[in-house]
């Protein structure tokens, strides 16, 4: 998968993601201040993923991992750092 194509398909999630939080306010109170690192069915996107994870951790950032079921608006979160 290119940059460009990444990028493309990282925007489009997290704009999903944006959505499904601000319609949950209680994952906007849980989940303050972290950085959400999105998961789907596509490996291409989530192989990606651990180098963002490693970046995220030597900042000291509080990481969750958002995961988009495709089949479905249903997203499930776990706190990773």
């Keep these: 998968m290119s940059n460009t194509e990444y990028i493309k398909l990282k925007l489009e999630f997290a704009n999903k993601l944006a959505k499904y939080i601000a319609d949950q ?26 180098l963002l994870i490693k970046s995220l951790k030597e900042e000291n950032k509080k990481i969750v991992k958002a995961t988009f079921r495709d089949t479905s608006d249903i997203w499930s979160f776990i706190p990773l750092a």
């Design 25 to 50: 306010p209680e994952l906007l109170e849980k989940f303050s201040g972290c950085s959400y690192v999105i998961y789907t069915s596509n490996k291409e996107f989530n192989k990606k993923n651990p």
